[in-house]
């Protein structure tokens, strides 16, 4: 079922809820035939059940692309996707770009759950470190 929520320049059509997050990944992109163009780093600035919002450097020109992230136990997640949009940011030096995951739900939920504690670990480290310097 679609939420719709109308604003003065805005509709939003997504079907799931986001979640803010700042994750740093690494990416690699694929072409329509699945030939590797391209590998860089980004961060994620939100998530949802279906897809996530990728910050970088350039602007991400593919048709897939795979998204991976080191969990809280030091190893690697992964998760599949394919490039939905791509725009310049109102940063005119950074890049979105809509991803919607692509693969089984239970593979695209361990990459979102992973992705949402890795940013908590890193959240409240800081945080830590900002209240005992003061």
């Not at 048709?63 to 969990?71: A, G, H, N, R, W």
């Amino acid at each position: 079922m679609s939420t719709v929520k109308h604003t003065e320049s805005f509709i939003e059509k997504r079907r799931h809820a986001r979640i803010n997050t700042l994750n740093l990944i690494g990416y690699i992109l694929y072409d329509k035939d699945r030939k590797k163009i391209d590998k860089g780093k980004g961060r994620t600035l939100n998530l949802s059940q279906s897809g996530a919002l990728l910050e970088t450097e350039k602007p991400l020109y593919g048709s897939y692309i795979v998204l991976m992230t080191i969990d809280l136990d030091g190893k690697r997640v992964k998760v599949k996707g394919r490039v939905a949009n791509t725009r310049q940011s109102e940063d005119k030096n950074l890049f979105l770009t809509g991803i919607e995951f692509l693969g089984s739900k239970d593979e695209q939920l361990s990459a979102i759950v992973a992705f949402i504690k890795a940013y908590h670990r890193r959240k409240y480290a800081s945080q830590r470190v900002q209240e005992s310097n003061s």
